[in-house]
């Protein structure tokens, strides 16, 4: 084995390896150093391992939160071709077709509104459960109905059970992830959403071939199973840590981050911040105020984190993206596809479409930010949305004008999953104060979902009034309103935590969202902190 001669001498000289020299030889064996290297590579070894397990625990408390929202995009997807069927089977009318499309979204604001109060008081994860159930229960009811009244009752179930698994999954993962991924996790319920419609697509495909008094019962009893995943997530999952605090269960919440967060050392910063944020838990809640009367009777700050929140969410859906999605075969039969199979089919390529566009959001919402993915989502879908106009009014039923009529949609809901389809449910879940947050959450999915019901219910007796084509020219002006909302009131949040969010909105210009650089929020949340 090789050795290592140090020299010490008198004057302090340093020898050829840079070490002082002194009086005495001193000897070392080289391999006399290597334990101490091998616990530094054993320790490195451990540190990765536990950051990889965290990642994927992390990564799988996101998927098993957002497969309530398989339920509400295969609703969506399946319902475009089912209501072909069940118009034939049940010889319902064209009012009673839209009434039966948009009820959904309208009924499931009720859920949501009282989502955000029923996880506050049970937990986020049992209302995910909860969700779940009323659901199952609705799609049993849809699938056995033999009337359009009986149908109905179904779907106010399971509108119901959609409320409450939209509002609450978005909330649950901002809440459990870490900072650095907070954005691309959270938009998983809009991955989900995607994958849901397009296996109601694939479905409506797949069965459409069956006699019409049987078909539509599958295509919407087959939206059950992925209710029997949730409930065997609940066994994998934890509860929300920042829910935990609120209940003054602070051991609890810290094994959760301990789970969450690969730096142990900022599970004790993460804890503390969260205290802060949830307030003093010795503070009797009845000197308290209200949730619901702070948000009737808003702070300035309030006020503009409910500006941006509301409006963001109403904007995704004005601007028609469930009309595009649940009338895609009406629309494509306006361009001049004919038979229900070519109909079905071409949904089905809408429905890849924007599920593989969420994977685009999804890579780039924490590299580039909120803002850059909003912009370019809105500009090119009011392109889309012209183009689709352009399309139906004058280039008539040829071959050419199918194809851009094809293209158009594609390209809408290409650029809606690209930018506001996700990041809509990440803004909304992390711009609110802990104290606030699931029930201003709640306040905007309800926003949400009352612009998708309006649309949907409206859609056919809008377009026979001033036509598809004209439809479509408004949902493009409506488009092109929201690049000026985003440009004028949201604000950059990539990158913070939910607590410097939170403080961002404190200052007007901030919240204007005249800066984009992280520089500028950095600023002002070092200001805030030392003011």
Not at 164 to 191: D, K, N, Q, W
Not at 386 to 406: C, D, H, N, Y
Request: hydrophobic share 45%.
């Amino acid at each position: 084995m090789a050795l290592v001669g140090v020299q010490e001498n008198g004057n302090g000289e340093m020898g050829f390896s840079g070490i002082p020299l002194g009086t005495k030889n001193k000897y070392r064996r080289m391999d006399s150093e290597l334990p101490e290297a091998s616990d530094d590579a054993s320790h490195h070894r451990h540190q990765e391992g536990k950051s990889k397990n965290t990642r994927k625990y992390v990564f799988a408390c996101a998927v098993f939160a957002s497969l309530n929202s398989v339920l509400l995009g295969y609703d969506v997807g399946v319902m475009s071709g089912a209501i072909i069927f069940i118009q034939e089977d049940l010889k319902i009318t064209e009012v009673q077709e839209e009434v039966l499309v948009g009820i959904l979204s309208i009924v499931s604001l009720f859920g949501s509104l009282a989502g955000g109060r029923t996880s506050d008081v049970i937990g986020r994860k049992w209302t995910m459960a909860l969700a779940a159930v009323v659901f199952q229960a609705g799609a049993a009811v849809m699938t056995l109905a033999h009337s359009f009244e009986v149908l109905m009752i179904g779907r106010l179930l399971a509108g119901i059970g959609i409320g409450f698994g939209v509002m609450i999954a978005p909330v649950y993962i901002v809440e459990i992830s870490p900072t650095v991924a907070r954005g691309s996790l959270t938009s998983f319920p809009e991955i989900f959403i995607n994958l849901g419609i397009l296996l109601g697509y694939v479905s409506n495909y797949m069965f459409s071939g069956l006699p019409a008094h049987i078909n539509w019962r599958i295509m919407l009893g087959v939206g059950i199973l992925p209710s029997v995943f949730i409930g065997l997530a609940l066994f994998v999952i934890p509860e929300s840590p920042r829910w935990l605090v609120m209940q003054n269960r602070i051991d609890e919440a810290r094994l959760v981050l301990l789970k969450t967060n690969e730096d142990e050392r900022e599970v004790e910063e993460r804890l503390a911040e969260i205290q802060l944020a949830a307030g003093n838990p010795n503070v009797d809640k009845s000197e308290e105020k209200a949730v619901w009367r702070e948000l009737l009777s808003p702070s300035p700050s309030l006020r503009r984190m409910l500006v941006t929140g509301f409006g963001i969410q109403c904007f995704q859906q004005i601007t028609g993206i469930d009309a595009t999605v649940y009338y895609s075969p009406e629309i494509f039969k306006e361009a001049g596809v004919k038979g229900n199979s070519n109909l079905l089919a071409a949904t089905v390529a809408v429905g890849v479409t924007k599920t593989v566009f969420i994977l685009v959001a999804i890579i780039f919402i924490d590299k580039l930010g909120r803002k850059p993915l909003l912009y370019v989502s809105t500009i090119g879908m009011t392109i889309c949305l012209f183009s689709l106009g352009i399309s139906l009014s004058l280039l008539g039923k040829g071959q050419i004008g199918v194809a851009l009529s094809i293209l158009s949609v594609c390209g809408n809901v290409a650029f809606f999953s690209v930018g506001i389809g996700p990041v809509c449910w990440v803004l909304t879940s992390e711009i609110f104060p802990l104290r606030l947050r699931a029930q201003a959450a709640a306040l905007g999915a309800v926003g949400n979902r009352v612009c998708s019901g309006l649309v949907a219910m409206s859609f056919l007796s809008v377009s026979n009034a001033i036509t598809v084509a004209g439809t479509f020219f408004t949902f493009s002006a409506v488009s092109a309103l929201s690049v000026l909302f985003v440009y004028k009131l949201v604000p950059e949040t990539k990158g913070k935590s939910l607590e410097q969010i939170e403080l961002l909105f404190q200052n007007e210009h901030g919240w204007q969202g005249s800066e984009v650089e992280l520089e500028d929020v950095e600023h002002l949340v070092q200001k805030e902190m030392t003011g």
